[in-house]
């Protein structure tokens, strides 16, 4: 993990999208339509599922840098789910996760992507609306994936944006990752020491 606070090189960002979601959340941000590859899929049938993961398989394989997925929606709980049950090789690509609006996916389709309740196997962060109402249910699905969690309020997207704003803030929050862990490995070793 602590590589994830030095990276160097530009991350390849791949953006997912339900199709019936006309605005994904991270362009009421402000920031571009998609990334250097764009998914998305139906998610009616396990075959759609099926292809939609193979697509993903594909496009984080292929990529020459490390991956950033930037999901909204529905498409959160389908990166949960693939995270979950890809080979290693494949979720060892991903830099991380940057995961817009997944309260307001629907209930009765979230369960098609139901999968174990273990954490991602790479940093995540969970951006939702500072909504009183759906704090519970956002706070509940980070746990769920062992994400952070940023609260937001959606704004209107101004002309233009760059990824390199996801990218800077998903290193922000990797390094305050690696840096948390590193103080509690510390304290750890500490009070190991004292007794």
Not at 24 to 43: I, M, S, V
Not at 56 to 83: H, M, P, Q, Y
């Amino acid at each position: 993990m602590t590589s994830l606070a030095t990276w160097r090189e530009d991350l390849s960002v791949i953006t997912l999208s339900d199709p019936q979601d006309p605005l994904p959340a991270w362009q009421k941000l402000g920031w571009p339509a998609e990334g250097a590859r764009h998914l998305t899929g139906g998610f009616a049938t396990r075959s759609d599922r099926a292809r939609w993961a193979a697509k993903l398989d594909r496009a984080v394989t292929e990529s020459d840098r490390s991956v950033l997925l930037i999901a909204s929606g529905l498409s959160c709980f389908a990166v949960g789910w693939w995270a979950k049950l890809s080979p290693a090789n494949y979720a060892a690509r991903v830099a991380g996760a940057l995961l817009f609006a997944p309260g307001e996916a629907r209930e009765d389709l979230r369960g098609r992507f139901a999968a174990p309740r273990i954490a991602m196997p790479f940093s995540s962060l969970v951006i939702g609306d500072a909504i009183d109402e759906k704090d519970a249910e956002l706070q509940r699905i980070a746990s769920d994936w062992s994400s952070g969690l940023v609260r937001t309020r959606e704004r209107t997207a101004p002309v233009g944006g760059s990824w390199r704003q996801a990218q800077r803030l998903f290193r922000r929050f990797t390094t305050a990752v690696v840096e948390h862990d590193v103080q509690r490995a510390r304290a750890l070793r500490g009070l190991g020491a004292s007794e």
